[in-house]
Structure formats: C-alpha cells, structure tokens
C-alpha cells in the first residue's frame, strides 16, 4: 500500500536525518545557530544538525504532506464506503403509496359564469362613460339653428 511505504520511508529519513517535527526543529536550531554565530562559538554538533535540516528538510516536509494527503484520500474513501454499506443494509420502516389521479367532474377554478358576469359588467359601465361623455360634449357645441 502506497502509504505504507511511504511511511517507512519517512521513517528511515527521520532515523539518517535526526528530523522529528521539521517546523519546530528548524526554528529551534536556527535560534540557537544564529545566537553561537552572534557569541562566536563553534559548535560543530549544531553546524552538523544545521546542515542536515538544509540537506534533509525539504524532501521531509514533500514526503510528509504526501502522507497527510494520501492519509486524507484514504479516510474519505473509507467514509464514503461506510455511508454506501449503511445505506444497502439499512431497513426501511416507510413505504410510498402512489395512487393513480382522478379526473373531476367539473372545474373547480376558473369559473365560467364569473369571468362572463365580469366581463359583461364592465362593458356596460364602459358604455355608461362613454356615453356620458358624448353627452358632455353634445351639449358645449352650440347648436345652430
């Protein structure tokens, strides 16, 4: 399995690096590195931890995100796969009764007779106004006779 050998790689990179945890060490040994070349002592075992973080680090940190991913792969995978074996062995406790459409006998909606009584309403009170204002305008003419 892929993960499998790439933690026994990181494994053996750890035991010829002396890498635990890459962003703790780094910044640890940096300060104490940088503080000997301020005080201008020579530690030779820093220098060798230094020097095997500059030559180690990076394939570390490649080969540990490749794993947190691998690891983040796997486990939604494994979920995905719980969820689909819980599904097929589920027991359903309801049931869907669909049953055939009935046709009324008359409309409900619109009804007929309204939209007629409306309609014939509005027509008559159409000609009320039209009429009223043919009147009004009969009457300001002056009739010649």
Known sequence: MRLDSADKVLTELRMKSGIIEFSQQTREISRAYYTSILNKSNNVRLEEMFQKLQQYGSDYVTLNEKINYTRGVYNNYKQYVENAEKDLTKELSYSNVVTPPMIPDKKAYPV???IMLMFTASV??????????????????????
């Open 124 to 145: 008559v009170f159409l000609s009320f106004v039209v009429i009223i204002i043919y009147e009004n305008s009969q009457e300001k003419k002056p009739q010649t006779n």
């Open 112 to 114: 007929r007779s309204l």
